[in-house]
């Protein structure tokens, strides 16, 4: 009987679900972009894996990078859920921090997740020392939570006041709820998030809460459909923070997986771009929806330690800052009153998508524009969903939306949203970049995604960006990701002292102990790992400050002093502001712990052609492409077959199941010894 040798990545996104395999066994791998179902994500998941595993039960893992949760937040369809807090605290989710949709804008609207009557009191006080000044009563909770059930709430939150600093109240609420909540979805604040600051701790625990019936039954019948197909493995999940988790953790814990499918992409492309020796790179995953893009610089992905999903919802858990601007191949083109062109941010998506796919869409979008260029083979359509593309219906509604609109013909029409949608990405580059110190042309740009690769060129000249590096399979990068990704998992826990009152030892011995329990929790999983990181930080800040700096500490064998902290944090805060401020006290305000099981690295040599050909022998076509106001002959290539260390000149243009990739005028593409394709301006 063979052993079990297939580790499987899943991402599913809006339009597609991407599929990739590696079979440790044999040393190859196959590839899969199958239509994403709507409704049910999970059947689109197991057809998917389907494309390319005949038997289930030689599948070893499934590593699954979702967009389950963060759909449930933008689309605000998450579960009826109620609050129980303290006396006094009701509105805190509803307040925020005072702030506004749009800073200089003379109204605002918005409508927290949970209105005011699922928000129910308590007496109960926790004193910001952690002593208790009233207990909670038990049987006043139990009667708050029934009276939430039988109103239709699905999910509750507990959050009390200062809980952060003693939880003794908030657990014993907690079991008081469990012991008559009609089923699993009750969550504790302080169990998602013990740190201080009431409204980001309220908001996190309560997006949670929202999020547990929804993911938890997505991933029970994902469960239910790999075992009704004979897998009996194991099936993690990609956290935002770039690490993957247990399926019961994630059940738990949904909020940690807000932006899993995001994430996954950008570990991918760090790994590979790591092989191929580039330490600094800028991803940008372009999907039907949406454009991410992400900053690795020397080779680390920069963590953020909360986001907001949309506004007013904030989720602070450590997650790889990410920046998603509105413009994918789905995005909509139009002109507006005042006769400008806009692209985006309202999309088709994938259903009823571009007016190329025929499906009832009557609004241009930035991949008609691209096919009406050329630059799309209208007979080979990516992802199997369609057997061709309508280029008539493309041509005729760029013309009638963008072109009489402008005076401009269909071709200079196309062009013209190309260039607004190019705008629109290189200024989010530039906002991960420039604005936050960062050379752009000691980047490469690592595009992604479906459509990220047409785009490759424009970026590298629009940012001045040193080089492009596109993957060997662009189109399922974030599905390899799942296969690289670490198990990792973080906490923080409030200290809020002086650094000159603070037990260093006994917070050093803490932070051990707290390590040592997340260790035990990685090793639970019944994982294979090729080693195990521990990474310790403390967020520090002068007295009088408000934010703070993440101060890194070595902590070996759990000793921890005064004099080494008090060296970490003037060591991070010169690197931040160049300067320390004399005679002022220092404040320890939390500590950070992260853990990571490091999975074996995958050989980037995989995707190396073995049998490549010369360009000559790999060219299919040639082909009219509109591009920088003329008209070009443009030759098409199989880009998979090309043998390593082929060199091209632009514009060229190189085809794969998985994408189209555009080389420019004025660019050469070059195949590295891993199949990747480096694209540079031409000496």
Not at 138 to 145: K, L, M, P, T, Y
Not at 531 to 536: K, N
Request: net charge negative; with cysteine; charged share 20%.
């Amino acid at each position: 009987m063979r052993k079990p040798a297939y580790v499987v990545g899943v991402d599913v996104g809006g339009t597609f679900t991407d599929v990739f395999v590696l079979d440790e066994a044999a040393g190859t791998i196959t590839t899969a972009k199958v239509p994403s179902t709507r409704g049910d994500q999970s059947k689109g998941f197991i057809e998917g894996i389907t494309a390319c595993v005949e038997n289930f039960d030689d599948i070893a893992t499934v590593v699954h990078g979702t967009t389950v949760g963060t759909n449930a937040l933008l689309e605000r369809k998450g579960a009826r859920t109620g609050i129980i807090t303290t006396e006094g605290f009701r509105d805190v989710l509803e307040m925020r921090r005072r702030d506004r949709p749009t800073t200089w804008g003379l109204k605002g609207a918005f409508t927290p997740v949970v209105e005011r009557p699922d928000r129910v009191e308590v007496c109960e006080r926790v004193l910001a020392d952690g002593s208790i000044l009233k207990t909670v009563n038990e049987d006043d909770v139990r009667a708050r939570a029934r009276t939430l059930a039988e109103s239709g709430c699905e999910a509750i939150c507990v959050f009390f006041i200062n809980g952060y600093a003693n939880s003794d109240n908030e657990r014993s609420a907690v079991e008081a709820v469990r012991s008559v909540w009609p089923n699993p979805y009750v969550t504790a604040a302080t169990e998602i998030l013990p740190e201080i600051r009431e409204f980001e701790r309220l908001s996190t625990a309560t997006l949670n809460a929202y999020l547990q019936p929804v993911v938890s039954s997505y991933l029970e019948r994902l469960e239910a459909g790999l075992k009704s197909q004979g897998f009996d493995g194991d099936i993690l999940i990609v956290q935002s923070n770039g690490g993957v988790m247990a399926v019961e953790t994630a059940k738990r814990t949904p909020v940690r997986t807000a932006l899993s499918g995001p994430a996954a992409g950008v570990i991918a492309a760090t790994e590979i771009a790591g092989a191929a020796g580039f330490e600094n790179i800028i991803t940008c995953d372009m999907g039907g929806t949406s454009f991410d893009v992400s900053l690795v610089a020397g080779g680390e992905a920069a963590l953020a330690a909360q986001t907001a999903i949309d506004f007013g919802m904030v989720v602070r858990t450590p997650m790889i800052e990410i920046t998603t601007i509105g413009a994918g191949g789905g995005s909509i083109a139009s002109v507006d009153r005042s006769g400008l062109l806009q692209v985006g941010p309202q999309s088709a998506g994938s259903d009823p998508g571009p007016v190329c796919y025929g499906l009832g869409n009557t609004s241009p979008t930035v991949t008609d524009a691209n096919l009406v260029l050329g630059r799309i083979n209208a007979a080979r359509p990516i992802g199997g969903k369609l057997e061709h593309l309508d280029l008539g219906a493309a041509r005729q509604t760029i013309a009638d939306h963008i072109g009489q609109k402008l005076g401009l013909s269909i071709e200079d029409a196309a062009e013209a949203v190309l260039r607004v949608a190019n705008a629109k990405m290189a200024g989010a580059i530039r906002l991960v970049s420039i604005e936050k110190g960062h050379d752009p042309s000691k980047f490469a740009a690592m595009p992604f995604g479906g459509g990220g690769a047409l785009h490759a060129g424009a970026l590298i000249k629009d940012v001045g960006l040193g080089s492009a590096l596109i993957p060997r399979f662009p189109g399922v990068t974030s599905a390899l990701g799942c296969v690289v990704a670490d198990m990792r998992h973080d906490r923080v826990q409030t200290v809020n002292q002086l650094l000159d009152q603070l037990d260093a030892a006994d917070l050093g011995s803490k932070m051990s102990a707290d390590a040592d329990e997340m260790e035990e929790l990685l090793k639970s999983a019944d994982i294979a790992f090729s080693d195990i990181d521990r990474i310790f930080e403390l967020d520090m800040l002068y007295l009088g400050q408000t934010h703070t700096v993440a101060v890194p500490v070595a902590l070996t064998a759990g000793a921890l002093t005064g004099e080494m902290i008090a060296d970490a944090f003037e060591t991070a805060y010169r690197a931040a502001y160049g300067r320390l401020l004399d005679g002022i006290p220092m404040r320890v305000m939390n500590y950070r712990i992260a853990v990571a099981g490091r999975r074996p690295g995958l050989d980037m040599k995989l995707f190396a052609p073995t049998e490549g050909k010369p360009a000559d022998a790999c060219r299919a076509e040639t082909r009219s492409v509109y591009a920088n106001s003329q008209t070009w002959a443009t030759p098409v290539y199989e880009r998979l077959d090309l043998e390593i260390g082929t060199k091209l000149k632009g514009p060229a243009l190189l085809e794969q199941p998985d994408t189209t990739i555009f080389v420019d005028p004025g660019l050469t593409a070059t195949v590295d010894r891993f199949g990747n394709l480096i694209i540079r301006e031409e000496d």
